[in-house]
């Protein structure tokens, strides 16, 4: 545990270079750099959140490592709710929300050789105590923490404590038995399925029906043009 880092994803990056074990976690108490997908600034500030990143060693092919982020989220869901009693959802393919507001940000990277993993890093950003004013003006009407929903202060400790668990009996069910039952309890926490989105992607924006996941982890979108795999993108629910 640090009181302070630029950023837990970078720490765990130095510490995997230098061959650290499977299993080392980076947490802060507070992050002066933190950042979420496409480099996007992720507010973390001191006292209010949880801000960690686990080192991972799977012998998987290059291919697989984006369910690591699906695995991360089922997780994360299991274990808030089992900390905190909240209900919570995903939206594809690494944001929780709670009555449509964020909450909670992962970000998995990867350090590669070849066609071989070395390690894959899961950051994990957690809004758990902030109140309503500790949120820049412009996320104010987009972003929550646990506390505002549950309506009381919420034990850190607990909620990672509960996270980790999850996520060690959710990783070593996926290094048995594949992605398979992590796809089923995906899909049962995620919104949208079944829903009209918009997938803006670095290809262009789509627009169809969201009908899962494949065994990759990969969003189906039926388009008007057929099937489209979104691998990367900004999904919003559209109004219909």
Excluded: C
């Amino acid at each position: 545990m640090n009181d302070v880092l630029s950023s837990t994803q970078k720490k765990a990056h130095e510490l995997a270079n230098d061959n650290a074990p499977e299993g080392t976690l980076v947490v802060a108490d507070k992050q002066t750099a933190g950042r979420g997908r496409m480099s996007r600034v992720w507010h973390s500030q001191e006292g209010t959140g949880i801000w960690m990143s686990l080192i991972l060693r799977p012998d998987i092919p290059l291919q697989k490592t984006p369910q690591l982020t699906l695995l991360a989220a089922v997780a994360v869901v299991q274990g808030i709710e089992e900390a905190t009693g909240l209900q919570t959802d995903i939206k594809w393919p690494n944001d929780i929300l709670i009555h449509g507001k964020k909450a909670v940000g992962i970000l998995t990277e990867m350090q590669a050789e070849e066609d071989r993993v070395r390690s894959v890093i899961i950051g994990t950003g957690i809004n758990v105590n902030q109140e309503a004013d500790d949120f820049p003006e412009e996320l104010k009407e987009i972003a929550t923490s646990l506390s505002l929903a549950a309506g009381e202060k919420i034990d850190r400790a607990s909620v990672m404590q509960h996270i980790l668990l999850s996520f060690e009996k959710r990783y070593r069910d996926y290094l048995t038995h594949g992605f398979t039952p992590i796809k089923l309890l995906w899909e049962s926490y995620a919104l949208g399925i079944g829903s009209e989105l918009r997938a803006r992607t670095l290809n262009g924006t789509f627009y169809g029906k969201a009908l899962g996941i494949d065994e990759e982890g990969v969003l189906l979108l039926e388009t008007k043009e057929g099937i489209k795999k979104i691998y990367s993108a900004d999904i919003e629910m559209r109004s219909l």
